[in-house]
């Protein structure tokens, strides 16, 4: 999922919605982020991490 797709549905902001997604990434490692993965190249896309990963 994109980031303005996670910010739309969540009703926040994109600006904050990144710093909420950084946080999943980053420090609680649950989330991950794909880049250079689409054509035309629309941002990263992030997903969810399977559990025990």
Request: charged share 30%.
């Amino acid at each position: 999922m994109y980031l303005q797709d996670i910010a739309r549905h969540s009703g926040r902001e994109p600006e904050e919605t990144r710093l909420l997604v950084h946080d999943l990434v980053a420090a609680f490692r649950v989330t991950s982020e794909l880049q250079g993965v689409e054509d035309p190249d629309l941002g990263p896309r992030y997903e969810v991490k399977p559990r025990g990963q």
